[in-house]
């Protein structure tokens, strides 16, 4: 499938590079998030079936559900969104200023949003590793390791904060290509479905 | 007085529940009576702070200086304390919280656990054992129980559900209604005094009184260096409502107890024992869920069985 | 002082562009280093973050969201609309009024608004546009129609506020059944009424073939058998709530699959626009708990509504003055946010002044309803305009007309409490 969000070319072969790899990383978030959506509707649904027809419920399912594939799922391909466009924001300011202030304001704003997430990354890693130091585990049907549930936010925002610094630098060194990366919001983009 | 202290504190009850009244609120307005008004609170109910599973690591993070810490939340950073959740371990709150409470207090791996995690345990209470509140007719022999679709909180409560052939189901609070609207379960295991605040006794058909399911077990939790850093009369009062507290809370869950289960007769829905044989059946499969839980905890390398044995020691019969 | 950093920040993002999820979080996070110093910001965040990402009832969005597109995907959600587009579509604002009946029959399946308009966005908006409806009006109608899900049972949002107050939630599932049929009578109204002023904007069918009406039947089977098992589950106790959109979206994709009408390409399409999607609505919800637990700290909510019911005012007065109140909350948090960081505080005012609870509970759940779609945040038709690619003030523009009949409409559900309860007082 076609996704114009994918055809922006980097000025600087130095970004064209770093852009290739994180996509690399992107896609394969994309194709665990993907597994994620596949794996909830399958449990969920062998679960709800399995205890109305056969009295048999997925006794697993809930604690693997709410520990980990809600937590991977929402969070790992978050950066790779953003590559496809998918963020929405208010278009008000394209139409005040011209495209190289556009520009600008656009890199500004994913370089701070970089900053969010850089502190979250930071923060939710200790956690991280502090559950697979101390080897903690949730009780439950089985024994949980809690750092399997606790790595998805640092990789996920970790992730994120590398996409929106280098899309930001890159917007900053060539303001037009905020014309490119801000194309989620253009009314005569033609939705991927159907 | 004028308050020199103003603390905040955090809970996840909603409005005028009965823990949040006579357990939470209870404890942090002794604190100001006992202090003669040095200390005050600022007080976040219903999970404005954080989620009941999040309150811990925010007072841990003093992101809120004192909270509501339920142990069946804190799996993973309170396992020895879950020891006090296992079925069967005291028929009243009146009969358990003291002992738990003796724990928690002294220095040892319950008291350990929550230090380890940057706070300072006030007050435990072990509440009334949880029980089958279905929409069906009783359960009086061992067969009723045979696929029997009840939710439950997982763990021990699984394998003594499991023992009679019922099917454990687990789902979110708030789906709880519906699920037994529609029939999706037949019932779930819960504390007596919790049916009304969930609205569940307009679904209800019977509730047996003495089935040892295990019971759900609150504690309060202050940060570490805020209570460090409180004047020692401060200190005291904090404690010594912290003791009142488990007294008092203690006292009113099992009279409460006795109101609801009123309550519930004049609301048509049948009050009753389990017989001598299904008791029989959930003994051994408690059994079995204690043996579990020791085996699970030791391989982690917790000192399960001795906290095990100086439990069931502290509990009154 | 915070509170300007905090709101002020939010604003100044928002006009500069700022993707929505970020400048919540940024934001918020601004305020909780004014109001608390930096010290626990980082924690908090990665907290709400790890807590909120991992929710299960969270699951209802994507697994919804998977439904609608294994339906656009295959080409069934077109069929639907092509086959209303003949029958109504004659009516003016024909395919409008079929996309708001769809929603509400999405509501009787789904608890979230913001769920109900993703779904919507991506089963009907692309073929309302291919039909020539202006993308604004198109965007406009989905989004409020998604707020149906709130009032039509089953509800996140009436179940929690149950919770909160010990109302009888099976009363007010059922109370909110009235109230919603009304709604979509206002909607309804609002369509005809855009549909007579500007043709243009929504194009009429140029002939009613019957024949082609009929024929055009045979194609919705397959949606019709989805409606029936998604429903029968739901009402039959097979699948919670919550459960519910996974069970849907399994049926789903058996259909497409039986129907020979998705391949690997498509499938996989399929799944990565509905990844695609989620990001963008967790990311602002995300945000949004960051930006909520700020505003928690400050106590400006909590404070403001002390404020209105310790006022010297008769009932009404307190009531009229909390009901604005909530609008304007609307506009900055959450849904459940409001309620949660609210309603122990007005509930007790509110029913010692002698109104009902249950009516009470309808009222403020169509209240902050009306904030889903009121700037600056409006989830749902953040969440629209992200899918539809709609850009966002025009999708705030074509939700604009349908907010006066909500205001109408909200005038008539206090002024007749009858509305409400009516329904709920046949129970026993
Ligand atoms: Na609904
Ligand atoms: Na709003």
Known sequence: MHHPEEDVVYPAPVFRLLDAGLLRLEHAAAAVGVLGLAAIMLLVSADALGRYFFNAPVQFQYELTSHYI????????????????????????????????????????????????????????????????????????????????????????????????????????????????????????EVDAV | ARAETVLTFADSFPDGHYLAEEGMKYWMQRAEELSDGAISWTYFPAGQIAKAGGILTAVR??????????????????????????????????????????????????????????????????????????AT?????????????????????????????????????????????????????????????????????????NGPFGTFVITIAINKETFEGLAPAEQEALRQAGEETVT???????????????????????VYDFPPDVVTVLEEALTEAEADWVRRMSDRGLPAAEVLADFKRRMQP | MSLVIGIGGLILFLILGMPIGFALATSGALGLAAHMGPGIVGPLMAETFFEHSSAYLLLTIPMFVLMSEYLSASGIARDIVQTSYRWIGRLPGGLGIACVAASAMMAAVIGSSTASAA???????????????HPRVAAGIIAISGTLAIMIPPSIILVIYGILTEQSIGKLLIAGIVPGLLTMAGYTLVIVWIALRRPD??????????????????????????????????????????????????????????LRRLNGGTLRAAMENTLRTYMMIIMIILGA?????????????????????????????????????????????????????????????????????????????????????????????????????VPLGEAFKGVLP??????VLLAILVTWPGLTLWLPGQMQ
Not at chain 2, 137 to 142: N, S, V
Not at chain 2, 160 to 174: D, I, K, Y
């Open chain 1, 70 to 189: 809600m937590g991977m799922t929402s969070l790992v391909a978050l950066s790779w969104g953003v590559r496809r466009g998918a963020h929405i924001r208010i278009g008000f300011i394209d139409q005040v200023v011209g495209e190289r202030l556009r520009g600008i304001l656009f890199g500004i704003n994913f370089l701070i949003a970089a900053v969010t997430m850089a502190v979250i990354c930071v923060y939710a890693a200790g956690e991280a590793w502090h559950a697979w130091v101390n080897a903690d585990l949730f009780f439950g049907v089985v024994d949980w390791p809690v750092w399997l549930a606790r790595i998805w936010v640092p990789l996920g925002c970790g992730l994120l904060c590398l996409r929106l610094v280098l899309d930001g630098v890159m917007v900053l060194i060539d303001p037009q290509h905020a014309r490119v990366l801000g194309t989620s919001t253009d009314p005569d983009t």
């Open chain 2, 61 to 134: 993070d003093g992101r809120v200086d004192a909270g509501y810490v339920g142990i069946g939340y804190f799996s993973d950073k309170l396992p020895l304390n879950s020891v006090s959740m296992l079925p069967g371990m005291a028929p009243t709150a009146g009969a358990g919280s003291p002992g738990y409470w003796a724990m928690l207090k002294a220095d040892g791996p319950l008291r350990q656990e929550f230090l380890d995690s940057n706070a300072v345990p006030m007050m435990g209470v072990m509440l009334d054992p949880y029980q089958m509140v279905m």
């Open chain 2, 137 to 209: 007719p009783p359960l009086t022999t061992p067969e009723d129980f045979v696929g029997k679709k009840v939710r439950s909180g997982g763990g021990a409560m699984n394998l003594t559900l499991e023992s009679l052939g019922a099917t454990p189901v687990a789902m979110p609070a708030p789906d709880m209604y519906v699920a037994m609207e529609r029939g999706t379960v037949d019932g779930t295991l819960f504390a007596i005094n919790s049916v009304k605040p969930y609205r569940v006794d307009e679904l209800t058909e019977s509730v047996s009184t």
């Open chain 2, 248 to 270: 008092h809370l203690a006292n009113y869950v099992d009279a409460n107890v006795g109101k609801r289960l009123e309550e519930f007769r004049a609301q048509g829905i049948t």
């Open chain 3, 119 to 133: 779904t919507m966005s991506t089963a009907a908006f692309p073929n309302m546009k291919r039909l020539q409806y």
């Open chain 3, 201 to 258: 904007m929504m194009p009429r069918a140029p002939s009613f073939d019957l024949r082609a009406a009929m024929r055009s039947m045979l194609t919705v089977w397959p949606i019709l058998l989805l409606i029936v098992v998604v429903i029968g589950s739901l009402y039959g106790g097979v699948a919670t709530p919550t459960e519910i959109g996974a069970v849907g979206s399994l049926f789903a994709l058996a259909i497409v699959l039986a």
């Open chain 3, 289 to 389: 708990m960051v930006f909520g637990y700020f505003m928690t700290y400050t106590q400006v909510t909590q404070d403001l509504v002390r404020a209105v019911v310790e006022a010297d005012l008769p009932p009404w007065g307190i009531l009229l003055l909390l009901l604005l109140v909530y609008l304007l909350l609307g506009c900055f948090l959450d849904q459940i946010a409001i309620l949660v960081l609210t309603v122990p505080l007005t509930f007790p005012i509110v029913s010692a002044l002698g109104f009902d609870g249950i009516w009470y509970g309808i009222i403020i759940t169509k209240t902050v309803e009306i904030g889903l779609v009121t700037p600056p945040l409006g989830l749902n038709v953040y969440v629209t305009s992200s899918v539809t690619r």
């Open chain 3, 402 to 407: 349908f907010l006066v009949v909500e205001l």
